[in-house]
Every structure is written in structure tokens, then in C-alpha cells.
């Protein structure tokens, strides 16, 4: 499996720390749920979209909430309607957090917002295109 790191385009700060990646099939989309433990992403086709979306579990990474806080509307959560709820350090919107009642929890990156850089056999990070 693939291990990478994710990076803001507009300022390229980091967003987050190493990631391995997990297969589609091993997500949880059980309600109230984390859908992958911490530390993990997985590719997902969303078929309504008809586009691959970055999922990663919800961990501490280096984003920040929106300031707009109708963007985290929901009822115990993130319901992940209303547009990108996280920004990088600088605040560049980049993903949305997932996290209401009767949702799996995770983060979904906004895939032209942000690099993604994959570890090389030299241990050195290289970016790629999913």
C-alpha cells in the first residue's frame, strides 16, 4: 500500500503527516462511526460525483475550521452539505469534515485544492495524481 502526504496548492503547506493507505473495501460506513482508523486514507469513487475522492480518517492534521460555522451544519455534527469546512493554517479552504449522527466520520480532501505527494522507494516524496 501506498503511504503519502497531503499539501494545501494555494500556499503548500502541510495538511497532514504520513498516511497509508487502505482499500475501499475495508472503510466502515457504519452511522457515528470513524470510517478508517487514524493515520489512513483510502481513494473511494463516489458514483453520484462520478469522480475518485480522497477520504482520510478524523485526526489531527494541520487544518483549521471554517470561519463561516454554517458550514458545519448538522445536528450533532458535520452533516458535510454545506461546502469545504477545513482550511489550511493560512486559511485556504481544502477539505470537508463528515462527522454528523447519522454519518461514518471522516475528512474529504477537495482534490483541487490540494497536492498529494507519494513516498518513494528513497523514502523522499514525489507528488502523483489519483
Known amino acids: 500500500m ?3 502526504k497531503i499539501y494545501c496548492k494555494e500556499c503548500e503547506v502541510e495538511l497532514t503527516n504520513e498516511l497509508i493507505e487502505i482499500s475501499e473495501s475495508d472503510l466502515c460506513w457504519e452511522d457515528r462511526e ?3 482508523p487514524e493515520n489512513n486514507f483510502s481513494i473511494v469513487f ?3 460525483i ?3 475522492s480522497l477520504f482520510v480518517s ?3 492534521y494541520n487544518l483549521k475550521d471554517h470561519l463561516d460555522s454554517s458550514r458545519f451544519q448538522g445536528c450533532c455534527g458535520s452533516a458535510g452539505c454545506k461546502g469545504l469546512n477545513k482550511v489550511c493554517l493560512n486559511g485556504h479552504e ?5 462527522s454528523d449522527c447519522w454519518t461514518s466520520h471522516y475528512i474529504k480532501f477537495d ?3 490540494i497536492i498529494v505527494k507519494q513516498k518513494n522507494e528513497n523514502n523522499s516524496f ?4 489519483f
Open 2 to 4: 501506498r503511504t503519502i
Open 34 to 36: 470513524d470510517i478508517m
Open 46 to 48: 463516489e458514483t453520484q
Open 50 to 52: 462520478k469522480e475518485k
Open 58 to 60: 478524523i485526526d489531527d
Open 94 to 98: 481544502v477539505a470537508t469534515e463528515i
Open 111 to 113: 482534490s483541487n485544492s
Open 126 to 129: 514525489e507528488e502523483i495524481h
